[in-house]
């Protein structure tokens, strides 16, 4: 990566240590969460700072070199989470359990979908039984991430 450590502790401490976009905690990954190109590089983005988030490895993956996807609601296409230009809480709520990222606009409903948020292409649900675990450790749902009510 050609990014300078220096600029990726930057944006590791500037997103609070976890995922941009499935808010997944680094404290408890075995390895460090990577630095995702909002804006992809293969479509011409650049290493700057404002294009820079800290992503886990799946959400990184799926990004891939997505800007748009649909959204399963308007069936429209929709420009993806942005973390420098929009806010998590606006677009996404954790629902009332937290084991799931809910998309409450558009661009939620779209982004959950593309980066597979809950983990819904696995027959053993694993996102969503680890998040059972953090919950039971007092390591998840974010403090201020919004929640449904029960």
């Known amino acids: 990566m050609t ?3 220096h600029i ?3 944006v590791r401490k ?3 240590f976890r995922c941009e976009y499935c808010h997944y905690p680094e404290s408890l990954s ?3 969460l990577t630095i ?3 804006y992809p590089q293969s479509l011409g983005g650049s290493d700057e700072v404002d294009n820079l988030a800290l992503a886990c490895r799946r959400c990184n993956e799926r990004h891939y070199n997505f800007t748009v996807a649909i959204d399963p609601e308007a ?3 929709v420009i993806l989470f942005n973390p420098r230009q929009q806010q998590w809480s606006e677009h996404f709520v954790w629902s009332a359990d937290a084991t799931k990222v809910i998309g409450i606009t558009p661009t939620g409903r779209a982004t959950c979908n593309r980066l ?3 983990d819904q292409r696995r027959s053993d ?4 039984k680890s998040r059972q675990l953090w919950i039971k450790g007092g390591f998840h749902p974010p403090s201020e991430d919004p929640q449904q009510e029960k």
Do not use: M, V, Y
């Open 14 to 16: 500037r997103a609070g």
């Open 36 to 38: 995702d190109h909002i």
């Open 125 to 128: 649900r694993f996102i969503q």
């Open 3 to 5: 990014i300078p450590n």
């Open 116 to 118: 597979d948020l809950n």
């Open 30 to 32: 075995t390895s460090p």
């Open 75 to 77: 069936n429209q296409e």
């Open 8 to 10: 990726q502790e930057l």
